[in-house]
């Protein structure tokens, strides 16, 4: 049997501590970037579906053509905890070694930042956010994290049966190295997927603003569909 993680209060309050005053810094630093670069509100698609859809492909060939800025929320996660110095870094890592979901507002602190880095450095204003809103706590960190920073002008839901998904990803597994394409971590990312981002999809449908993408058609079939909806 694996060993049992425990923590003691001094050190989970401590953590949480750290993660409030990291999180406040990006704030400032936020409104502070926000002044510097203009007041130029930034374009912002929900890219959404189940894990292995495909949101990362159509995400970069919408990049490739169109121009369109692709942010991952998992892979600037990823990043962050590799950052020599991060301040964030070492809250991420204790969620995570602990089982615990890393806090919505380092999430949204860290998309936001990158859009900003990204307006500053390149102009670019129009984001397409890969896997991100994934829960309602999502939702309401990005309303207070970023707020009227962003239009969210859209969602883009790709459907696929969960056949194809569970094939789709077992078959990545053969090079990806990632850990979460095993066939129990898949069944358990699909329950968890039903039941956290299920709501959001229709929260914005509710709102007019999602695009159903039938996903288990070929890729360039799916891109043209996309494509119209972004022109």
């Known amino acids: 049997m694996a060993?049992?993680?425990?923590?003691?209060?001094?050190?989970?309050?401590?953590?949480?501590?750290?993660a409030v005053c990291s999180v406040s810094s990006l704030r400032r630093r936020r409104r502070r970037s926000s002044a510097d670069d203009g007041d130029a509100t930034f374009r912002v698609v929900f890219v959404l579906g189940g894990p292995g859809a495909g949101k990362g492909t159509q995400c970069d060939l919408l990049r490739e053509r169109l121009g369109w800025s692709h942010l991952s929320a998992g892979d600037l996660l990823r990043a962050e905890r590799r950052k020599a110095g991060s301040e964030l870094a070492e809250v991420i890592n204790s969620n995570i070694a602990a089982g615990r979901i890393v806090p919505s507002e380092i999430t949204c602190s860290l998309i936001h930042a990158?859009?900003?880095?990204?307006?500053?450095?390149e102009g670019r204003t129009r984001f397409l956010i890969d896997g991100f809103p994934r829960s309602e706590g999502n939702v309401a960190a990005w309303d207070e994290v970023v707020g009227e920073d962003a239009d969210v002008e859209s969602v883009l839901f790709f459907e696929c049966p969960e056949d194809v998904l569970t094939s789709r990803?077992?078959?990545?597994?053969k090079t990806s190295g990632r850990a979460d394409d095993t066939i129990d971590v898949i069944r358990k990312r699909f329950a968890v997927y039903k039941e956290e981002s299920m709501p959001i999809i229709n929260m914005y449908e509710r709102e007019g603003k999602v695009h159903k993408i039938i996903a288990d058609r070929p890729i360039e079939e799916v891109y043209k569909e996309v494509e119209a909806l972004l022109k």
């Open 3 to 18: 060993p049992r993680l425990s923590f003691c209060p001094f050190s989970l309050a401590l953590f949480a501590g750290l």
């Open 114 to 121: 990158a859009m900003v880095e990204l307006r500053a450095s």
């Open 169 to 173: 990803l077992l078959e990545r597994a």
